[in-house]
């Protein structure tokens, strides 16, 4: 059975695949900034019957991650699967966000999968064998208004999973990345990083909801399809169909996507507009 450690274990996708590895027989290491929610949800699958521990971690901190995988190795003798899962949303007009809307985006969704790959992959190296596993997004693979930030990272992990598959094969190293349409996790009702401006605006959830034509995928059947694409060590990952199909016409039409997104882009700022003069 495998040992597997996940970043953003305590809610949402992280749980959600966690939860579905355990019962699998795997151990889980479930790795989240807030530490109490990695504890409920590993004391959840352990009451269960399933194998889970729990950890404080911030992604952002190269030391802290490298040392987390370290004791994982030194506990288990080993390390199968990361899952370089923690994230955050920054959306919203460009104009109005801040270079600490950026740094912070940069800091955790792109730095901490890199923390995260330099902190497991020379085990991996050593071990002849292991899985790295990033979250991306359907919004990596395609353009993305009102969340331009978010999809600028995402299109980074993508990048750097496709690449870092080529030279891990080498080593016996398999990579893969995990590009989810819309899908039922907290980050849809979220205001944007603690500590600074709120978003204003059309929320989230009503962007992608629109986005999705109504759509928003369960996030236990996004762990399944995500078990699944791992097993068969598949490059991109991407759930449900909707947004395969989303990806295939950006691919094939990209002409016709744009003219969707420059859609939903004037939308979003009709609404925004609705919702500040509702204010006033």
């Known amino acids: 059975m495998a040992i597997a450690l996940i970043t953003g274990g305590g809610s949402g996708i ?54 987390l995988v370290n004791r994982v190795v030194a506990d288990h003798d080993r390390i199968d699967l990361i899952f370089n899962n923690a994230g955050i949303g920054v959306g919203g007009a460009i104009e109005d966000l801040s270079e600490e809307h950026w740094q912070r985006i940069v800091d955790i969704n792109i730095m901490g999968v890199v923390h995260g790959i330099r902190a497991a ?21 395609v353009p993305s208004p009102m969340l331009a930030p978010y999809a600028m990272t995402k299109h980074a992990v993508v990048g750097l999973s496709l690449s ?44 992608l909801t629109k986005a999705s034509g109504g759509e928003i995928y369960p996030v236990e059947k996004l762990a ?3 078990v699944r694409g791992v ?38 700022r009709q609404e925004a507009e609705k919702i500040e003069r509702a204010v006033r």
């Open 121 to 141: 992959y020379p085990h991996m190296i050593r071990q002849g064998d292991g899985h790295i596993v990033n979250t991306a997004s359907l919004a990596g693979l």
């Open 14 to 67: 992280g749980a959600a695949v966690g939860t579905l590895l355990a019962r699998n027989g795997d151990t889980v290491i479930l790795a989240d900034i807030n530490s109490e929610a990695a504890d409920d949800v590993a004391a959840r699958i352990v009451a269960s019957g399933g194998k889970a521990e729990s950890a404080a971690l911030d992604v952002r901190d190269m030391a802290a991650f490298s040392a």
């Open 231 to 268: 097993a068969a060590n598949k490059s991109l990952i991407v759930a449900p169909r909707r947004a395969r199909f989303t990806w295939w016409m950006q691919r094939l039409l990209p002409a016709q996507v744009e003219n969707v997104t420059l859609r939903l882009a004037q939308w979003a």
């Open 164 to 207: 870092l598959r080529a030279e891990a094969a080498h080593h016996g190293v398999r990579v893969s990345a995990l590009c989810p349409g819309p899908t039922e996790t907290p980050i849809l009702d979220s205001t944007g990083p603690e500590g600074l401006a709120p978003h204003e605006g059309v929320s989230a959830r009503d962007l």
């Open 224 to 226: 399944e399809d995500f």
